[in-house]
């Protein structure tokens, strides 16, 4: 009966010292945050940061999505759009910046962009778009779309 004890103890201060201490470790595997964050390297989560904080555009995340576990970074909160040049096989679907918006929109207006089409996504309320800062091998809501908010274990401390 002791020994149930102190398990039912180690557990109570096990949970209460997670729900305290919302610093967890984290790793990132893969190249897509390079440089900002290297493969294999050890970070910071705090899975308490959105209890106080609202996210914000440039946040660095973590996040489980459809079984896997992502770090990305927020680009656009709701209410914000992004225009994508998106690609015929969603793949290598490309961040339309302002500079370029102009020029594309007239390609596109003149049937100029075979094999493509520009996009505009309104992130709906409760999801926010996010995307690696080494966009060329990133996989992120350029291709599975906006991710729910909920979805979001917390913030990466740089």
């Given at each position: 009966m002791r020994g149930k004890s102190i398990m039912i103890a180690a557990a109570?201060?096990?949970l209460l010292s997670a729900l305290a201490l919302p610093l967890r470790p984290t790793v990132v595997?893969?190249?897509s945050m390079a440089p900002t964050l290297r493969s294999g390297g050890?970070?910071?989560?705090?899975?308490g940061y959105y209890r106080r904080h609202p996210i914000k555009r440039r946040d660095v995340v973590v996040f489980r999505h459809r079984g896997e576990t992502f770090t990305k970074r927020i680009y656009a909160i709701p209410g914000q759009r992004v225009l994508m040049l998106r690609y015929d096989d969603n793949v290598g679907n490309e961040i339309v910046e302002a500079w370029q918006t102009d020029s594309l929109r007239r390609l596109s207006r003149e049937h100029r962009l075979p094999g493509k089409c520009l996009e505009e996504v309104l992130v709906p309320p409760?999801?926010?778009?996010v995307v690696g800062d080494n966009r060329t091998v990133s996989y992120d809501s350029r291709?599975?779309?906006?991710i729910p908010i909920s979805e979001i274990l917390g913030h990466v401390g740089l």
């Open positions: 109570a201060g096990s595997l893969g190249q050890f970070y910071v989560l705090n899975t409760g999801y926010c778009f291709s599975f779309g906006c």
